[in-house]
């Protein structure tokens, strides 16, 4: 977001009726300069920031739904080819050709 602009853009609306304390600072310091004061703010305080945990929390478990579902997906495959090959082999078996 320029601070310098006299226009308002239809994500910074959204972004003022969420919150406009937030919205006005922003538009006022800019987002870099509020993410410094922040980091600032947690080393004085000793606090650590959440972020990266949160999106690594996150990313785990894309990855961890994307495997089962993967896994998910091989057993019903596997499942229709040994139901395809039984019915064939009974259809043969009685005599029957395709």
């Known amino acids: 977001m320029d601070k310098d602009r006299h226009t308002i ?12 304390y937030q919205w006005y600072y922003e538009r006022l310091y800019g987002r870099n300069e509020l993410r410094r004061l922040e980091m600032e703010r947690n080393e004085r305080l000793g606090l650590e920031d959440k972020r990266k945990e949160f999106f690594e929390r996150g990313t785990g478990y894309h990855h961890d739904t994307f495997v089962k579902t993967g896994r998910r997906r091989r057993r019903a495959a596997a499942a229709l080819v040994i139901i395809i090959a039984a019915a064939l082999y009974f259809l043969l078996r009685g005599g029957i050709v395709i």
């Open 9 to 20: 853009a239809a994500t910074e609306l959204s972004k003022f009726a969420y919150c406009p």
